[in-house]
């Protein structure tokens, strides 16, 4: 019933030490996941602004011309830079995790 009573002073250290290796990982990871998430939501309301105010332009837009041609040129350049940033933080492979000794 008491077998832990007799796991020696070292057993304990090790123990403790794994222990917290493993909450140094789980606080890096989300840290990490923490930032990923920030990142992903500015990327978001940025491009809800941009959309949200897209109908107005177009609004504002009609019956001329240059406006809609200046307003189509500034869309291609938008999509191209959403595009690219798209890409960038696309890992093409999915991070492999370090396994977790138990």
Known sequence: MFDWFWVS????TTMLNKINERISRMSAALDRLTAEVTESKDATLAATTLIAGLAQQ???AIGSETQLNALADSLDADQAE?????????????PVEPPVEE
């Open 9 to 12: 002073k070292g057993d304990i």
């Open 58 to 60: 177009i609004r504002d």
């Open 82 to 94: 959403i595009a690219a940033a798209v890409t960038a933080n696309t890992p093409s492979e999915p």
